[in-house]
């Protein structure tokens, strides 16, 4: 499946609001870490829901498997555990609110 470019594109807030985030994140955080995701993955930050899976919505018809944008956010999630002393777990991520809330645990 290609990446949804059809979707309605929606502010941050409007993002952050719909997906209820308010209990798990501040906005800021999550203004930067979904702004990130965005620039790594090279898609429009106002596309993106936190429903979107690593394997369909976030792999746009034509990208290898597993491209720079996908390594570095599993790099973020390396250098993160390593930090936090947790370097022998491992994550499976299949979504992107999966990769946002690991993330904001490890920030």
Partial sequence: MAFPTDRATLSLQEIYAEANYATVMTFDR?????????????????????TDRFDQELKPAGRPEW??????????????LKRHKRKHEKHVLWTLDEYLRLINELY
């Fill in 30 to 50: 999550f203004d930067e870490l979904l702004t990130h995701v965005a620039y790594e993955l090279k898609v429009p930050v106002g596309k993106l829901r936190v």
């Fill in 67 to 80: 491209d720079e944008g996908f390594a570095s956010l599993a790099i973020d999630i390396e250098h993160g």
